[in-house]
């Protein structure tokens, strides 16, 4: 099962939505222990970082994300829900986040329309089984005011160009991350979960 956080807010029936139409059952659970037993896991997230961080140590969903990205368990995290896996965040005057992975995040610079609202291209920076059957500079659909900095520069598996140069996925082990949303972005973004699922099932294969 494909558990999809319920932590209050987030695109929830659009993620939904999508992984039905890939053929594979999930569920929409706000509870620690469905998410726990799941195969795979999807953080949606729109809105703002510091209700999101709320919302998430209300409901025990912070220590939930913790242990399934330390334990290395198939996660792939969205907007917002990529940007609160880093230290901190600039959004709102400063925020600390679930700092799981160091870095920053920070404001889109001046000389561009903010929010960074629509389609862009993302130039893949590695090679990795999450672009299987993606072409290199393939349009995804952003809504944004906000990007992620690493420190560990090796993360950065893509980059999108508004204003600057920006990290709009990443991945690390078992855990996928990305600023666009894929189940916005039509079959290029339904490839992108295809993959992430299939990757969370080998996974899953290998340790059985």
Same mark, same amino acid.
């Given at each position: ?37 799941? *195969? ?35 996660? =792939? ?49 590695? *090679?990795?089984?999450? =672009? ?12 944004? *005011? ?18 600057? *140069? ?13 600023? =666009? ?28």
């Amino acid at each position: 099962m494909i558990a999809i956080i319920d932590y209050g807010a987030g695109n929830l029936r659009s993620v939904a939505n999508a992984i039905t139409k890939l053929g594979y059952q999930s569920r929409v659970t706000g509870n620690p222990g469905d998410v726990l037993d799941a *195969s795979a896991v999807i953080f949606p997230g729109v809105g703002a970082a510091a209700d999101t961080m709320c919302n998430l140590r209300e409901t025990g969903m912070a220590d939930v994300v913790r242990q399934l990205i330390l334990e290395e368990r198939p996660f =792939f995290a969205i907007c917002v829900g990529m940007q609160v896996l880093f230290t901190d965040t600039e959004e709102g005057g400063g925020h600390e986040c679930l700092d799981i992975i160091p870095g920053q995040v920070k404001k889109l610079p001046r000389g561009q329309k903010i929010p960074h609202m629509g389609w862009n291209q993302v130039k893949q920076k590695i *090679s990795h089984p999450i =672009f299987d059957g993606i072409p290199d500079k393939s349009n995804f659909y952003f809504v944004h *005011s906000y990007y992620v900095v690493p420190d560990d520069e090796a993360l950065v598996a893509g980059e999108t160009e508004y204003g600057t *140069s920006f990290c709009s996925i990443i991945t690390q082990g078992n855990l996928v991350a990305t600023q =666009f949303h894929p189940e916005k972005s039509g079959k290029v973004g339904l490839k992108l979960y295809d993959n992430f699922i299939k990757l969370a099932l080998a996974a899953r294969a290998t340790k059985e």
